[in-house]
């Protein structure tokens, strides 16, 4: 699981949505903000209950973006905050499909 310090916190939230960049996959899509600090990359993942009916299957999706997130933060540039929303047929994607759109959507983004 993703430590505390390196979510999103409540107030960054809407700063994101409002100015961040908009970065898409098959799977997901991407509210991307730089913040221009040194401090470590931020991120928050969103499951809507469109894609999973209980809450178990939200958090499951939730534990996978985590777990690839959390291996690629040392590799990513500071000062960045974003928010990664699954779409629907995310529920169905194997683990390793997961890792390659995240860190290619991060590619995107050149971070």
């Known amino acids: 699981m993703l430590p505390i310090k390196s979510r999103v916190k409540k107030d960054l939230f ?32 969103v499951v809507p ?29 500071p000062g960045i905050s974003a928010i990664i929303f699954a779409k629907k047929d995310v529920s169905k994607a194997p683990f390793g499909e997961i890792k390659k759109e995240i860190t290619e959507l991060l590619k995107k983004a050149k971070i």
């Not at 401090?39 to 993942?45: G, N």
């Not at 299957?57 to 939730?62: A, E, M, S, T, V």
């Open 14 to 45: 809407p700063k994101i949505m409002k100015e961040g960049v908009f970065l898409h996959g098959n799977n997901f899509y991407m509210r991307l903000l730089n913040r221009n600090d040194t401090l470590s990359p931020l991120f928050s993942f």
């Open 49 to 77: 209950n469109k894609v999973k009916k209980t809450s178990v299957g939200r958090h499951l999706i939730k534990r996978r973006l985590s777990a690839v997130v959390e291996k690629l933060l040392i590799t990513l540039k």
